[in-house]
């Protein structure tokens, strides 16, 4: 038993510690909980996108590039940990609306925010001259934000940008093709400036930087550099869905005031205090000395559960946080079936040992079953969500389902052998 002894008291420092310095990073403000607009206040945006003119295939990833564009523009004025996702409407004419949902924590000037997000992506090619080029590596021009020249040359010329392999290098590039009017600008621009650097510009962010090595006649070129696979197919999609346009009309807004935030944290934290109470009470009156194993394991799985939530981090939500109570209840699902498990194996005459080996042994095939519909629910729930309250709701139980199989198990276990001396030691002390 000497084993389970020592790492019982690893777990139980463990847990100390990191419930203590869950403690003192939330008091010293360093790395707060992260809230949920219905808990921090803020203003909850909702857009529709004008998806007319583009294939129906390529809607989803057109969507997808419009969501990186908007999170990078809310993320130039400083809002704090925005939350931007799409979602699908109802049918409208025979076609379903696309919209999307952009939550701001924390803003004040809602105004500012809706006539930054409102604009249309963009996508423009700039030029480097030579001139500013030898600055830049001189030193000269500390950034090179601002020395980038307008070509006329922009998205809107663009027909389709697509994903090659170069045969000699087996490395990805990236081909563009340009309409007949780009065709014979991106001549011209390469003819008159070849050696000097294109930046191409999505929303004002330069996300590419090729040498022009020659003259490109025929309206398509090739981007050359180290792209990874991945790295190539972004770079593809931001330029094909940065060309198109995706105008975006708001539909609603509505504003979280603060007060209501922290009257919803103060009633989840007192709703929380009170689960974890009568749960504990109800296992020390029921099962007495097992009972109390159960609310030290308990106690771990609490612990544990902060911990993710303040450093992976997670978003808590009103309904995230009753996830989280529901699943302190579930927690000790577990414990009632290995106890009552360890109360069948006592009534056939076995002594305490072998009933804690059997009764976690065959308490297991049920503890698993359950456990995995619980996780299956909740992994469906957050796939299938369609707003950010939903996936919070079913992001926290599905965590709290995961840690509870750690606590259960492996913490109430290693506890239970610790606490509880076989009779063979019992005798060989006499």
């Known amino acids: 038993m000497a084993k389970y002894r020592f790492w019982t008291i690893i777990l139980i420092a463990l847990s100390i510690v990191v419930g203590v310095v869950v403690y003192n990073t939330e008091k010293s403000g360093a790395n707060k909980f992260k809230l949920g607009l219905d808990l921090s206040g803020g203003t909850h945006l909702v857009y529709k996108a004008d998806t007319s003119q583009i294939a129906p295939g390529d809607i989803s990833s057109a969507m997808l590039s419009l969501r990186d564009v908007i999170e990078r523009r809310i993320n130039l004025f400083g809002v704090s940990e925005p939350i931007v996702q799409v979602e699908k409407g109802g049918t409208i004419g025979g076609g ?3 919209r999307l949902i952009v939550e701001l924590p924390g803003v004040t000037d809602v105004n500012e925010a809706i006539r930054r997000i409102g604009e249309t992506p963009t996508l423009e090619f700039k030029l480097l001259s030579q001139e500013n080029k030898n600055k830049i590596q001189e030193g000269a ?5 601002n020395v980038f020249m307008e070509t006329g040359l922009t998205g809107r010329m663009l027909q389709k940008a697509s994903i090659q392999f170069d045969q000699q290098m087996s490395k990805p590039v ?11 600008l991106f001549a011209k621009i390469t003819r008159e400036n070849t050696g000097d650097i294109l930046g191409i510009f999505l929303d004002g962010i330069l996300i590419e930087a090729p040498y022009i090595r020659e003259e490109i006649t025929g309206g398509e070129a090739v981007i050359t550099g180290n792209f990874t696979p991945n790295e190539a197919k972004q770079v593809v999609r931001d330029l094909n869905y940065g060309a ?4 975006i009309s708001l539909l609603s807004s509505e504003t979280v005031g603060a007060t209501l935030g922290e009257e919803a944290i103060n009633a989840s934290v007192r709703a929380g205090i009170y689960a974890f109470v009568l749960i504990a009470a109800f296992m020390l009156i029921w099962y007495r000395f097992q009972g109390f ?15 993710l939530f303040k450093f992976i981090p997670v978003t808590l939500t009103a309904a995230g946080i009753a996830g989280f109570i529901l699943s302190v209840g579930m927690a000790v699902d577990a414990n009632i079936l290995i106890f009552e498990r360890i109360k069948e194996e006592l009534k056939m005459g076995k002594n305490k040992s072998d009933a804690l080996r059997e009764g976690f042994s065959r308490a297991w095939s049920s503890i698993r079953d359950s456990n995995l519909s619980s996780i299956i629910t909740a992994v469906i729930l ?15 139980f599905l965590i709290g389902v995961l840690v509870s199989m750690f606590s259960a198990i492996t913490a109430s276990r290693t506890i239970l052998f610790a606490l509880s001396m076989s009779d063979e030691e019992k005798i060989n002390k006499k």
């Open 96 to 98: 379903t609306e696309h």
């Open 244 to 247: 198109l346009p995706m105008p």
């Open 293 to 307: 194993v159960a609310v030290l394991a308990l106690g771990i799985y609490t612990v544990i559960n902060l911990a």
């Open 141 to 145: 021009i500390a950034s090179t934000s």
């Open 174 to 184: 990236i081909g563009l093709k340009f309409n007949e009017e780009g065709s014979e």
């Open 382 to 396: 957050y796939y299938f969500a369609s707003t950010p309250t939903i996936k919070g709701f079913a992001l926290v």
